[in-house]
DNA sequence: AATGAATGAGAATTCATTCAT
DNA sequence: TATGAATGAATTCTCATTCAT
């Protein structure tokens, strides 16, 4: 890569970057143009020349995004504690300011141009599937898991229980709770009448 | 109410619900006001005398969508059927198209006007709240709830079911596993390992 | 038609005329619909509500000028005076300032919008050609016009010299030499041979 | 002229012929440097070092396409061939796609830089006056043109059934008509009331 | 000489809101 | 009360042109 791309890619990486921030901060539609342009320190046109016009800059910065929670889960999957730290972690962990942005991308997508977004979705899957499978086995091997579940209904209650933990409020509401919480997460509603192995 | 007052507000909900609708297809953000004026077949003024600027019919509209959730989930409540009947219902039971409405309105609010959205989720939980209370009571007097979980857990954790179920994209994938999905809600991760006297 | 509708309409025509003096004197393309709303003393919105986007104005306003050509002509067919002088009229009166725009609406609708531009062409022609007949049927009972040619070719003919002569270089360049161009008109360039009995 | 000479002649040619075929197809006003340039197989950049700014890059295009215009018509005159066959040509021989062009060219000189257009006229007019002389002078001699006629205004009427039937809807509604088309050329609307000479 | 990157100025268009009746 | 008409402000996007290498 030469000079001029590399200060390119730079550059297109920057208005990634204060796009993503600006729409954390007042939400996607709410954000014009001129504004990621004013944070980035590009002219509006230099945006028009890399994105070719809004939607595709949100797109990307969308991809972006999901990169990082990607790039984030398989890191978490493959450290070296504990599956139940593992999981608090997954579950507990409010992920910076990430917060609700998730949700709004989810909506714009949905809305504009449902097909791009399946794309995504899939890929986001696929790529992050084998490591979900890894991290499931994990958990049956070891007794946390019941064998009997199946892998598709585990991984819709495990990223169940990440998203809703991942909302501000909720994570507010769970501060003195999160030890009972991430007990319900094992046990469900109707609680473990055994000695408790787990040590939550 | 004389015949004037009951007109006026005839023609103040079909603009509520015109916006609702409108809402519903395509975003909260997307429609405008002369939109919802053409389909409630007032003029926009109309519109401003009633409601006098585009917030406060967004938080009129959002206040009418929640008192009819909160009714919705009353019904169920006193509904004459077994506890995990009302659970599969409240859990399972995608409610008509309402679906990502409700995520919406959520943004919406906590991004423009977080003072008013949380006197609404308030006075809304507070409307809610006995009545989870007594759901709550009849699952753990019934033997379906740890009696050792503290109320707010349960409430959040039946709540993140409901709304999780609620995502168009979630309930397609859960169609052929609904009924593991409701055991998992009942034991969790862990699983039952003794007899199993739910019958799910 | 009430007050409000009358008014409506006013002001509708003030924005054609704004547009059509605009266009005649900078041409159809270099107009901004701005520089238009300043002319007509109304909000650019207010033409956006009267006309939708620009092409549409753009469009009306070019039904605006046919329209008053073709009733120009119409006129000019009624008149109570010889047919040499009617001709001379067609041909050398170059009609105001209405000089170049019938060439630039016509480059321009062909360009973007052939279809709308060919009816429009269409419904001028219908319109007109009855007129046309007539004048050419006057020409021919006066011995002005031979009798053997078709209606087809003499209306191209007369039309051929009628938007020549309005452009603005060529009623320059005729200034001195009228009289002579009426001439060929008659007689072509092969000339009359005989005596010149049309006094022209 | 020297390697690099020749080469970057070529390439100041390679643009204009872009420019003059975009031209053509979508209008001069609709065409962007950008586009001119990736048509060109050249950067922005390059255009502006060559022609400086858009208007120069206009201008010499025009230049380009008059020079062609001109070079066709002496060799017209030039041809071995009678003079009424030489007028046919002239006349109905709709010249490739430069239809609609000439006409743009003109409105686009004739809006914004009426000095440099007049001027471009001249230089025209001056090349091609002699030949236009010498058809004339055939035509006259041949017994084709009423020697009594000024060649100032046979040259005019001429050139108004050339730029006429240039017109793409004109040629096509000539198809069938051409041979009389020819016909009140030479005898206008009058018509020849003699034994005809003229062969058309 | 040639070009990728960048931009200021301005274009069409949309929208929430107010005016006048 | 109800509404047709009108608008200021903002938004997305385009384009001719310049910068920097």
């Known amino acids: 890569m030469d000079g ?31 504004e990621i342009a004013k944070k980035a320190h590009v002219s509006q046109v230099t945006i028009y020349n890399y994105f070719e016009n809004k939607h595709n800059l949100i797109y990307e910065t969308y991809k972006f995004y999901i990169d990082n929670e990607v790039s ?5 999957v493959k450290e070296d504690i504990p599956f139940p730290e593992k999981i608090k ?11 609700q942005i998730h949700e ?15 794309y995504l979705e899939l890929s986001y899957t696929e790529q992050v599937l084998p490591y979900f499978d890894e991290l ?21 209650y495990i990223q169940m229980f990440a998203e809703y933990t991942k909302k501000e409020e909720v994570s507010m509401a769970l501060l003195p709770n999160s030890e009972e919480f991430s007990k319900v997460f094992f046990y469900g509603l109707f609680g473990y009448k055994d000695t408790n192995k787990l040590n939550l």
Do not use: P, T
């Open 4 to 34: 001029f791309k590399r200060r390119s890619e730079k550059k297109k990486l920057d208005i990634i970057q204060a796009s993503f921030l600006l729409f954390m901060e007042y939400g996607i539609q709410k954000v014009s143009i001129s």
């Open 104 to 118: 709004e991308f989810y909506q714009y997508m949905i809305q504009d141009y449902s097909k791009e977004h399946n």
């Open 72 to 76: 984030d889960f398989i890191k978490l």
């Open 136 to 156: 499931i086995h994990e958990g049956k091997k070891n007794g946390f898991i019941d064998k009997q579940l199946s892998n598709q209904v585990i991984m819709m």
């Open 89 to 99: 972690k997954l579950i507990l962990q409010s992920r910076q300011a990430s917060a």
